[in-house]
């Protein structure tokens, strides 16, 4: 079964710390790996998007990289800031079947 | 425009209205996604258009009947809900290719009543 995993489920961080949120995904057959960002109650705000081909995105102080091979993501937040707080999920795109499958997030707090 | 936009933002229905959720999206994508979310959980698909064609229906329930009237919009028809179906509504859209990333909505808050 194609499953995606985000360890840890919940972090806590004081502001200005650097961190890493990870994603494991059973099968190295992916297209793409899609990081999002999710306020309560909201829609997902697409942060990076990785090809297969890719090692690694960056944008801002967000930097995503990916191994295939290990069937890992992580997404590296630098100098977070309380506004970084959010739940953050990765998704795969394991096939051209047009669907993504969801990890169970990582919602984190960055206190002030 | 790189928006996708659905309305209403929030819906309270009782078991036996009709209600419809609204998305629309003017990026040229041709694939169209409803996803459900419930509560710290990640969001699940339901259905999938591609080319206005429904290509995917995950096994979702008849009281939810979705729509592509045109490659700009898509509809989600609702009649008969339990309580249980409430949720948050996501709608997406992506290019057909493998190589595009999705892009959300803000998602359709529903309350069943």
């Known amino acids: 079964k194609q499953e995606v995993t985000q360890i840890p489920a919940a972090l806590s961080v004081p502001e200005g710390e650097n961190l890493v949120l990870n994603c494991s995904f059973t099968d190295s057959a992916i297209y793409n790996l899609q990081w999002f960002r999710q306020d309560p109650g909201k829609g997902l705000t697409s942060l990076l998007l990785?090809?297969?081909?890719?090692r690694e995105q960056t944008s801002g102080r967000l930097n995503a990289s990916l191994d295939k091979s290990s069937g890992r993501s992580t997404l590296y937040i630098a100098a977070s800031q309380p506004g970084d707080s959010a739940t953050y999920l990765c998704a795969v795109r394991y096939n051209a079947g047009n669907m993504l499958t969801f990890g169970g997030g990582t919602r984190l707090m960055v206190k002030p | 425009d790189t928006e996708v936009t659905q309305t209403p933002k929030h819906l309270v229905m009782g078991m036996t209205n009709k209600k419809s959720l609204k998305c629309e999206q003017h990026?040229?994508?041709?694939?169209m996604y409803w996803y459900k979310q419930k509560a710290k959980k990640p969001p699940e698909l339901m259905f999938v258009y591609s080319y206005e064609k429904l290509s995917i229906n995950e096994s979702v329930p008849s009281r939810f009947s979705p729509e592509c009237p045109n490659s700009s919009l898509l509809n989600l028809h609702l009649h008969a809900l339990q309580p249980e179906d409430s949720a948050l509504y996501l709608c997406?859209?992506?290019?057909?290719?493998?190589?595009?990333?999705?892009?959300f909505g803000s998602g359709t808050r529903l309350t069943v009543v």
């Open positions: 990026m040229g994508h041709r694939a």
């Open positions: 990785i090809q297969s081909s890719q």
């Open positions: 997406a859209s992506s290019r057909t290719g493998i190589n595009y990333g999705y892009t």
